[in-house]
Every structure is written in C-alpha cells, then in structure tokens.
Nanobody
Framework: VQLQASGGGLVQAGGSLRLSCAAS????????MGWYRQAPGKERELVAR???????NYADSVKGRFTISRDRAKNTVDLQMNSLKPEDTAVYYC????????WGRGTQVTVSS
C-alpha cells in the first residue's frame, strides 16, 4: 500500500489549504485514516483522524479551523485547513490503519506571518 499526499505549500496567515491523500496498492479496508504533523524540533502529533464509521477526532489546536473527510470507496482522506496560523507550519503526514499502519511521505505546509 502506498499513500500519496498532495496539496501542501506556502500560504499567508489566515489563508487556506486542502491536503489530499490517496491510498493505492492492495485493496485494504482502513479502520482509521488521518493526518499527523511534525514541526521542526517537535514530535509528530495527531491533527485529525476519521474512522470507517465516521467518528472524527481533532487536535484541540485545530478544532473549528480544520475539517477532515474521507471517501471510503476511493480510499482517500482530505484535510481542509482554514484560518491557518504560523504555528500550523509543519510536514503533514497521511496515515492509514488497517491493522497494519501505513504512512505517506509527508507534504510541507508553511504559513507565513
């Protein structure tokens, strides 16, 4: 299974970006798909995740600003990021859990002040 993430980039504070992640390869059913991020010098942290049943968790820091969605048929997960802040700057990683855990390579998000 490969996870291909796209949509990162440079944006000014207050702007928006949409990240997309598509799983390809074996046709797994993913119990959970989500997004994590890692800023320089910090540990990787959960941003948002969504279960097969539609249950969603967000990090407190992104609640009200980010929205996660998934297409189970296509095995894709998207992250709509609004009202971006400089502290959202990080490499964002897609993660999929089928019992086995798969990670994408990461996509850089940079928010300038």
């Amino acid at each position: 299974v490969q996870l291909q993430a796209s949509g990162g980039g440079l944006v000014q504070a207050g702007g928006s970006l949409r990240l997309s992640c598509a799983a390809s390869g074996k046709n797994f059913t993913f119990r959970v798909m989500g997004w994590y991020r890692q800023a320089p010098g910090k540990e990787r942290e959960l941003v948002a995740r969504i279960s097969a049943g539609g249950g969603i968790n967000y990090a407190d820091s992104v609640k009200g600003r980010f929205t996660i969605s998934r297409d189970r048929a296509k095995n894709t997960v998207d992250l709509q990021m609004n009202s971006l802040k400089p502290e959202d700057t990080a490499v964002y990683y897609c993660r999929a859990d089928s019992g086995w855990v798969f990670w994408g390579r990461g996509t850089q998000v940079t928010v300038s002040s």
